[in-house]
């Protein structure tokens, strides 16, 4: 993969326990990964490619834990702003259901262009509409496009109205075929291996779009994968009344 170096940082801000800062510091870089950080006159004084970095703060790429990359296509909704997330949800459902894996790939790549432009180098994703046809596999391509590190998650609702869930049953999956699913993509895309660039989460949505028995599916599955599990908790009074009143129990 090569050598990079960069030199002549005005600072270099570690960020490690001690909060090291370096002036006219430096990075080595060997095959993609950090083999020195120092003072320039420290580091190796030729690689592959170097980057003089005179003027310019250097610091870790940002880490990105939670997002909805489909959601940069329908900002700013006036029916939408100032509501609760319920009647947020209610309002945006309907509009999302008409996606499809254009969209999906087409608002991944503005999602992580922003990410990417405020110094965002490692991103985790929760779609969990899969509309139209619509994949995993839409967002994993436009990110291995753009060059970020992907934590994909394949989310999941399979909860509507007609089961007391609050997304519309347009929305919602078959569980069986989730789990089908969330399998296919783990066993073509995740790389459990250290500096993996791609990585699969499994994220069903939430406690008022899922059932019981799928979330426990999905972490059973997770586990017997190793993989990570994702899932929103307690956003709001509403989600902590509806659960109390539908299981008689918190979110937690």
């Known amino acids: 993969m090569g050598t990079l170096l960069i030199r002549h940082a005005e600072l270099v801000v570690t960020m490690d326990d001690a909060d090291t800062r370096i ?24 690689a592959d490619e170097t980057i003089d970095a005179r003027g310019m703060i250097v610091l870790p790429g940002l880490v990105n834990t939670h997002h909805h990359f489909s959601q940069t296509l329908t900002r700013n909704l006036p029916a939408a702003q100032n509501a609760k997330l319920f009647d947020w949800l209610v309002v945006h459902y309907p509009i999302w259901a008409r996606m499809t894996p254009e969209a999906i790939a087409v608002s991944t790549k503005i999602a992580i262009a922003e990410l990417m432009l405020s110094g965002c180098t490692t991103a985790s994703d929760h779609t969990y509409l899969w509309p139209n046809g619509a994949r995993i596999d839409d967002q994993i391509s436009a990110a291995q496009e753009m060059g970020i590190r992907f934590h994909a998650s394949r989310g ?11 997304p519309p049953d347009t929305v919602v999956e078959d569980e069986a075929a989730i789990l089908s699913d969330c399998r296919r993509a783990i066993e073509t895309y995740h790389d459990p291996a250290r500096y993996a660039l791609l990585r699969i989460v499994l994220a069903p949505c939430s406690p008022f779009s899922v059932s019981p028995d799928l979330m426990r599916q999905t972490v059973e599955l997770a586990r017997s994968y190793g993989v990570n599990v994702h899932t929103h908790l307690a956003e709001t009074r509403d989600e902590e009344d509806y659960c109390r009143q539908m299981f008689n129990r918190t979110p937690v």
């Open 156 to 166: 999941s609702m399979s909860v509507g109205e007609s089961k007391g869930g609050l």
């Open 23 to 46: 002036a006219d510091g430096g990075v080595s870089i060997v095959d993609n990964v950090v083999a020195q950080v120092g003072p320039a006159a420290e580091l190796p004084e030729s």
